[in-house]
């Protein structure tokens, strides 16, 4: 009987931890939607995201692109915590040197370690920046990639499967808000 006791409590424990970690996503999930709905300006959306994503994950640093048509590129369009140095070289980043690669490719959150990247220039900047991990964000709206958010950590930090479940929910939304503005500059220029 004490030990069945136990196993109740422990499982009421664990349930209660699991309400308690679903009720912070949805707040997440909220708190993102909320700020990308205020405006249809590409840019606003995006610095908002950024920023409600970098305070939800408990990450440093971070930038969102714009994938270009090209699919090759991606046109940097907010950034926080990263030096001017390390924007400038950011601007317009090629896709392959960048774990939003990984990212584009999958349709999926990708974390990389510096560790991960090759030898080389791209390399020696994530380190001379300080950064230790890279997790990109594509940013998706009807199956297509408009663009990432790539959030950076400056310590090594694991990353769990629900957090990752809850970036591609974050990169979803902010993918549809990105697609809500397009059409409004489409609607905009078709009216002029």
Known sequence: FNSMAVQVLASQATLEQRVADRTRELAILNAVSDVTSRSLDLWTILAAALQKTLEAI???????????????????????????????????????????AIAVATHRPAIQKLSDYEEGEWKAAIEAEGL????????????????????????????????????????????????????YEQAEEAAA
């Not at 090209?70 to 046109?75: E, I, M, P, S």
């Not at 369009?77 to 390390?86: E, K, P, R």
Request: aromatic fraction near 2%.
């Open 58 to 100: 408990h990450l440093e640093a971070g930038a969102a692109f714009r994938l270009e048509p090209d699919a090759q590129t991606l046109a940097l369009i907010a950034h926080q915590g990263l030096s001017s140095s390390f924007v400038q070289r950011v601007e317009r980043l090629p896709l392959q040197i960048s774990a939003a």
């Open 132 to 183: 230790c991990l890279v997790i990109s964000v594509p940013l998706v709206a009807k199956g297509e990639i408009l663009g990432v958010i790539n959030l950076a950590a400056r310590a090594e930090r694991e990353s769990t499967a629900q957090e990752l479940s809850l970036l591609a929910s974050i990169g979803q939304q902010v993918g549809m808000a990105m697609e809500n503005a397009r059409l």
